[in-house]
């Protein structure tokens, strides 16, 4: 079983940065392409970034331009989500996803961790 986990979230004020760390249980991490997503309250999950198996970056949010990057470090099995420049509305529960390619099908989902941007 694909098994992701998340790790790195807390509570950061506007301005501020963070790394969100995907790391991979289980499996291989570099046999896919893996996704950042998020979830605010009351709102639809959305694609955030994407990087493909050999590190190629797919951008679903026009929102993070600029101030969000993706990379992978396949030698420690790990996919990281760097976060600077954070506002209020990136507030959300972010969960990183094993795809079958950067915006197609989820195989698998991690558990999800929490970043609260305060004003």
């Known amino acids: 079983q694909l098994q992701l986990v998340e790790s790195g979230g807390g509570l950061v004020q506007t301005g501020g940065s963070l790394r969100l760390s995907c790391s991979a249980s289980g499996f291989t991490l570099d046999y896919y392409p893996i996704g950042w997503f998020r979830q605010a309250p009351g709102k639809e999950r959305e694609g955030v970034l994407c990087?493909?198996?050999?590190?190629?970056?797919?951008n679903y949010a026009d929102s993070v331009k600029g101030r969000f990057t993706i990379s992978r470090d396949n030698a420690k099995n790990t996919v990281y989500l760097q976060m600077n420049s954070l506002k209020p509305e990136d507030t959300a529960v972010y969960y990183c996803?094993?795809?079958?390619?950067?915006?197609?099908?989820?195989?698998?989902w991690g558990q999800g961790t929490q970043v609260t941007v305060s004003s």
């Open positions: 990087v493909s198996r050999t590190g190629g970056v797919t």
């Open positions: 996803a094993a795809q079958s390619y950067c915006s197609g099908p989820v195989v698998s």
